[in-house]
């Protein structure tokens, strides 16, 4: 006879992957993702009087 754990083990897992909304647009996704942080990283720059991507400081600082 088999045991519970044996049997267990013998079951097929199901997948955790689920696709909840739909196929990904991906390089539409990048594009937001980007317009983000741009807008992330210009918000940042006005409030610290510096440009974080060339380490630098604002002109008008």
């Known amino acids: 006879m088999m045991d519970a754990t044996r049997l267990a ?4 897992k199901p997948s955790a ?3 909840l909304f739909g ?7 990048k594009k937001e ?3 983000h942080l741009r807008a992330m990283e210009e918000a ?3 409030s610290w009087g510096f440009d974080f991507s060339t380490h ?3 002109p008008n600082a």
């Open 23 to 29: 196929p990904v647009d991906h390089e539409e996704l």
């Open 44 to 46: 940042a720059a006005d």
């Open 17 to 19: 992957c689920r696709t």
């Open 9 to 12: 083990d013998q079951q097929p």
């Open 33 to 35: 993702l980007t317009g």
């Open 56 to 58: 630098t400081p604002r």
